[in-house]
């Protein structure tokens, strides 16, 4: 068996979306944009919904909306995807490193707590591999501090606490990149309940223009086309099978995986197992494991094998070579990702549990 750790999914109906918009000449952002945008908005039950070219410039976005740059400090974990970091050092403010609560793996309230300095403007959490994070917790300290509250959502498309979605926390950004819980190629989108925030995201999103060729403040081109809006309405309606499949296939894991941790899933919350993941107990060799598992077939990827702030771009930098986060460190050498996606069959999950349990 060839098991890859994910598996997109393009369908006939996504086909035929594309070609309308094709046929309708609409080549840029128009009414399937539009139409997108308020699908995807009132799913998470959130107010305004801004689609963009990418996760990364709804990142973006999201930051320079609510006026960060030079001088201000945004708290973030360190275990995540490089654009976490990015969006904040694009607008020129600095990106401040709190470690992980070690069972979810997203960033501990405690930890940010920490962290915060006369400087930090926001706290920008990451719902980590599907999982949401503490956020009535983060929301209660934001209020605290008088601090804005941001939410990378790339991962969390449709997860939740209690009956309440990500995205209606904090100014929360989403990405539809192809192996997403789902794509409409590249693509973003930023969710907000504040009309003012959404108004300026539409700006900067569009060069800054609140009417054409006046500009009021400084914007870019992040579009979404309608070709790619098209199809995120079709994949959207696919969503909430989907995710059943996926929290189906992590059961199934929870219950037959032996020797690894399982993903812990705290009560009441909704985990769209955008990854499931996996934690070799101490003493065991992460790599010689997963070398094994992709040998067997089973595609498995560690996310992420080396934290942000130990990355090179922030190693050169000043004020980054003495931070250390323990758990983050810990955990970037300890995880892995198995196969979780939809259409993963009984057959193919059976034989991924068996392996695990077979490599160590
Ligand atoms: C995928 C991802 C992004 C970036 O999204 P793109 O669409 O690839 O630009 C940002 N943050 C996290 C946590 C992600 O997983």
């Not at 940010?112 to 917790?137: C, F, N, Q, S, W």
Request: aromatic content about 8%; hydrophobic content about 40%.
């Amino acid at each position: 068996m060839q098991i890859p750790i994910a598996k997109p999914f393009i369908g006939e109906e996504e086909k035929q979306a594309v070609i309308q918009v094709l046929s309708s000449g609409s080549l840029t952002s128009g009414p399937k944009v539009a139409e997108f945008e308020k699908a995807f908005a009132a799913y998470h039950g959130a107010k305004h919904g801004v689609a963009t070219s990418n996760g990364t410039t709804a990142l973006m976005a999201a930051m320079m909306a609510h006026d960060i740059g030079p001088g201000d400090e945004v708290i973030i974990p360190s275990f995540s995807f490089f654009a976490t970091a990015s969006c904040v050092l694009s607008t020129g403010a600095t990106p401040v490193f709190a470690d992980i609560d070690p069972d979810t793996y997203c960033l501990s309230p405690e930890a940010a707590e920490a962290a915060i300095t006369p400087r930090t403007k926001a706290i920008m959490p990451v719902h980590l591999y599907g999982l949401p994070a503490d956020m009535p917790r983060f929301q209660a300290i934001c209020e605290k501090h008088g601090l804005v509250l941001l939410e990378d959502a790339a991962q969390g498309h449709g997860s939740a606490i209690g009956e309440r979605r990500v995205g209606t926390w904090g100014t929360a950004s989403f990405s539809f990149y192809p192996t997403k819980n789902m794509t409409t190629t590249e693509g973003g989108m930023v969710l907000t309940n504040d009309d003012e925030i959404a108004r300026k995201l539409r700006m900067i999103r569009a060069q800054g223009m609140n009417t054409q060729y006046y500009h009021e403040v400084v914007g870019y081109n992040f579009r979404m086309t309608d070709m790619a809006a098209a199809i995120g309405l079709v994949q959207l309606g696919r969503l909430p099978d989907w995710t059943c499949s996926r929290v189906g296939n992590g059961n199934f894991y929870n219950q037959h995986l032996e020797s690894v941790k399982t993903p812990k899933v705290p009560e009441g919350y909704t985990h769209v197992y955008h990854q499931y993941t996996v934690r070799v107990p101490d003493g065991v060799e992460r790599d010689a494991v997963t070398k094994r598992l992709n040998e067997r077939g089973v595609g498995v990827r560690v996310y992420y094998p080396l934290p942000i702030h130990k990355q090179p771009v922030f190693q050169q930098r000043d004020g980054y070579k003495s931070v250390t986060l323990p758990e983050t460190e810990k955990a970037t050498l300890q995880v892995f990702s198995i196969p979780v996606f939809p259409s993963l069959t009984d057959e193919e999950r059976a034989y991924v549990a068996q392996e695990i349990n077979a490599a160590c």
